[in-house]
């Protein structure tokens, strides 16, 4: 079992935490390559467990109710206002 002093070190993920410098150096995947939809397709509805179809429609943008980040029509990520599981505000 973890201590809660290592616990912490591998769960925290606000900006400055060890882990979460190391989670902001990769691309995080979310589907296969064969699971992506052909490009007039319908959008794919689950992301980490959390449903898009509950995610928030802001200024020409949708805000995913998991980490808070705001995904352009190009599915771009152009706002990361909120970071990892903890729900912290940078």
């Excluded at 606000?14 to 882990?19: I, L, S």
């Excluded at 699971?35 to 949708?62: I, W």
Aim: glycine residues 14%; proline residues 8%.
């Amino acid at each position: 079992m973890l201590s809660a002093e290592d616990n912490g070190l591998l769960t925290r993920t606000g900006a400055g935490t060890p882990m979460g410098d190391f989670f902001r150096r990769f691309w995080l995947p979310v589907l296969l390559s064969q699971e992506l939809p052909a490009p007039d397709g319908p959008p794919v509805r689950p992301h980490r467990g959390a449903n898009l179809f509950f995610g928030r429609n802001e200024e020409c943008g949708l805000r995913c109710a998991y980490h808070g980040w705001k995904f352009d029509a190009d599915g771009r990520c152009v706002d990361m206002t909120f970071t990892g599981v903890e729900g912290v505000s940078e």
